[in-house]
């Protein structure tokens, strides 16, 4: 009976550290793909602005 009881109490040990890495990777995969499109959406507000610019230096040419 005492080893079935440490095999649990050993179990259990194991299965909240095996909870707690799965919880710590979701978290970050989280954050990974916030920052991500926070990125992407920089990246896309800079390069229409950009290309607004040339545009505008375009038309400056033709004048």
């Known amino acids: 009976m005492t080893n ?3 095999f649990v109490n ?3 040990s194991y299965l909240m550290i095996f909870v707690l890495i799965i ?3 979701i978290v970050a995969c989280v954050i990974g793909v916030k ?4 990125k992407d959406a ?3 507000a ?3 602005e950009m290309k607004a ?3 505008e230096s375009g038309a400056a040419k033709e004048a």
């Open 42 to 44: 920089k990246a896309a």
């Open 46 to 48: 800079e390069s229409t």
């Open 35 to 38: 920052w991500r499109k926070s």
């Open 53 to 55: 610019d040339a545009a």
């Open 10 to 12: 050993s179990f259990l």
């Open 4 to 6: 079935l009881i440490l």
């Open 23 to 25: 919880a710590l990777v």
